[in-house]
């Protein structure tokens, strides 16, 4: 089946503005992260659901960030008045259930730049 | 709270070669899981292996082999019969067993290959 897909790929903001990242997981795959690259950095944890619950969102940054994945399946990543050191790649993840070693998919990231 | 720890932020090696790549992590926790992430330039990230904490043997697969010293601390990749698409960043991941499934990423290695 098809893997993780995000869109936009690429997203370009002028700083205040409100963007919103979508994220569609692998079907039928419980577990959704997202994930805050910045240039030449690791992938950061911001936010995980189990199917519908948001059962961590400890990474969150600031109140400014907000995710939610109404039924379960799809997600969206709102970042609200966005500023210049929100610029990063967005990393989504999806695994098929919790716990044990299973594997997360990563989708290919949308790049925000806000300028 | 856990860390992990990429000292070497590149490496090269000649088609064929080997090279082993360094990740070392900090926990106080006893049961966790240890991954290899490949992320090419197009930004998709793959997993490359995965080492259950609780196992003392070694992971393998195919050429990408790892080193596990668990009082160590020390979880390296070795990369066997290097191939020109084997060129991406590394990023050496921890999961805790307990709680959610996130992962805490290293700042990763480029690894260049040559011919």
């Known amino acids: 089946g098809a893997g993780v897909s995000q869109s936009p790929r690429y997203k370009v903001a002028k700083r205040g503005q409100d963007v919103a990242l979508r994220c569609d997981p692998i079907?039928?795959?419980?577990?959704l992260f997202w994930y805050q690259q910045a240039l030449g950095q690791g992938p950061e944890f911001l936010t995980y659901?189990?199917?519908?619950?948001?059962?961590?969102k400890s990474g969150l940054p600031s109140d400014r960030f907000f995710a939610e994945r109404p039924e379960g399946s799809v997600s969206t990543l709102k970042i609200q008045r966005t500023q210049q050191e929100d610029s990063a790649v967005y990393l989504c993840?999806?695994?098929?259930?919790?716990?044990?070693?299973?594997?997360?998919?990563f989708g290919p990231g949308t790049r925000l730049t806000v300028t | 709270a856990q860390t992990v720890t990429q000292s070497q932020p590149e490496m090269s090696v000649q088609e064929a070669e080997t090279v082993t790549l360094s990740c070392t992590y900090d926990?106080?926790?006893?049961?966790?899981?240890l991954f290899w992430y490949k992320q090419p330039p197009s930004r998709q990230m793959i997993l490359v292996i995965r080492q259950e904490a609780y196992k003392q043997q070694n992971a393998t697969e195919n050429r990408f082999s790892v080193n596990f010293q668990k009082a160590a601390k020390s979880f390296s990749l070795k990369i066997s019969d290097s191939q020109l698409g084997d060129a991406a960043m590394y990023f050496c991941a921890y999961r805790s067993a307990a709680g959610t499934d996130k992962l805490i990423f290293g700042t990763g290695t480029r690894l260049q290959v040559f011919p």
């Open positions: 079907s039928g795959h419980v577990s």
């Open positions: 993840a999806s695994s098929l259930v919790q716990g044990a070693s299973y594997e997360q998919y």
């Open positions: 659901f189990q199917n519908e619950a948001q059962l961590d």
């Open positions: 926990t106080s926790e006893s049961d966790y899981y």
